[in-house]
């Protein structure tokens, strides 16, 4: 019987049969990374049993983690042709580059399983689909990311913001918005935007006006110009550099002359987020 199955497949692959034959210690390992609360991942599947005239088509579903790291489920095949597989978001409502998946073909169980071939990897929504054949091997930081709008934490009073990028992410930040309450105290307070590596800034930037005391004013941090003197502007611009930010990365204020009552608010920020899937 083994004998006969073999030739089988030899003769399937002269045939040109499409499809990866297996031997029956082989399975289908899905790895996902995911920033979305209630991604579900559905893999379709197409196999050809050695014993089957017509190939078995069923489906496997995944739940990918929600926290950006890596989650991974092992799915046994048979003996006979991997025809094809699909991938797709089957619940939930990920957006674009914000569940990214790769399936394997491996042989053996847990840590101790040899990864055969990487048949798709890419992002995948209710809408996109990834495919084998089909799909190109795509990595996790290609193409557009995710954009969201992140309402950042508000500082306590006589505080600096401090913003930092989650584990798994990398940002692209595209605009920033954020308020200056400043009291009585007689001092000019100069605003610098830090970015840093979680301990050493490498770009700083600040707008061409200070705050006097007892104002208000909104800072908002683009591409682009600034505005004029604090004292006559309600908003205040800052040039935003195209930087893109790996995970621990922060974006902070750091204001000369802050006084113990100055009090900034939540800032707002645009990003374009993509996963870091190592």
Same mark, same amino acid.
């Given at each position: 019987?083994? %004998?006969? @199955?073999?030739? &089988?497949?030899?003769?399937?692959?002269? !045939?040109?049969?499409?499809?990866?034959?297996? /031997?029956?210690?082989?399975?289908?390992?899905?790895?996902?990374?995911?920033?979305?609360?209630?991604?579900?991942?559905?893999?379709?599947?197409?196999?050809?049993?050695?014993?089957?005239?017509?190939?078995?088509?069923?489906?496997?579903?995944?739940?990918?983690?929600?926290?950006?790291?890596?989650?991974?489920?092992?799915?046994?095949?048979?003996?006979?042709?991997?025809?094809?597989?699909?991938?797709?978001?089957?619940?939930?409502?990920?957006?674009?580059?914000?569940?990214?998946?790769?399936?394997?073909?491996?042989?053996?169980?847990?840590?101790?399983?040899?990864?055969?071939?990487?048949?798709?990897?890419?992002?995948?929504? %209710?809408? @996109?689909?990834? &495919?084998?054949?089909?799909?190109?091997? !795509?990595?996790?930081?290609?193409?557009?990311? /995710?954009m969201r709008s992140i309402a950042g934490t508000n500082p306590a009073a006589n505080a600096e913001i401090s913003e930092t990028v989650p584990t798994g992410a990398r940002w692209r930040v595209h605009a920033l918005v954020f308020t200056l309450v400043t009291d009585a105290t007689a001092a000019n307070r100069e605003v610098v935007l830090t970015f840093d590596d979680g301990t050493t800034v490498y770009y700083a930037t600040t707008p061409a006006a200070n705050q006097a005391a007892s104002l208000t004013r909104r800072y908002g941090a683009a591409a682009g110009g600034v505005r004029g003197a604090a004292a006559t502007a309600a908003e205040i611009a800052i040039a935003l550099p195209d930087l893109w930010l790996p995970a621990g990365h922060r974006l902070q204020t750091v204001t000369t002359n802050l006084q113990v009552t100055d009090n900034y608010g939540a800032p707002q920020l645009l990003v374009e987020e993509h996963l870091e899937a190592a």
């Open positions: 019987m083994i %004998a006969e @199955t073999k030739y &089988a497949a030899l003769d399937a692959m002269l !045939a040109g049969e499409l499809g990866i034959w297996c /031997t029956g210690e082989e399975s289908l390992r899905i790895t996902s990374f995911s920033g979305d609360a209630d991604a579900v991942v559905t893999l379709g599947i197409r196999f050809q049993n050695d014993d089957r005239a017509n190939p078995n088509v069923y489906q496997e579903r995944h739940v990918p983690n929600t926290d950006r790291t890596a989650a991974s489920s092992d799915y046994p095949l048979g003996c006979g042709w991997l025809k094809a597989i699909t991938a797709i978001a089957s619940s939930g409502a990920p957006v674009y580059a914000h569940t990214f998946i790769r399936v394997d073909l491996i042989r053996g169980r847990g840590t101790s399983a040899t990864v055969l071939q990487t048949l798709l990897q890419g992002p995948v929504t %209710a809408l @996109t689909r990834r &495919a084998w054949p089909g799909s190109p091997i !795509a990595a996790s930081i290609e193409g557009p990311g /995710t």
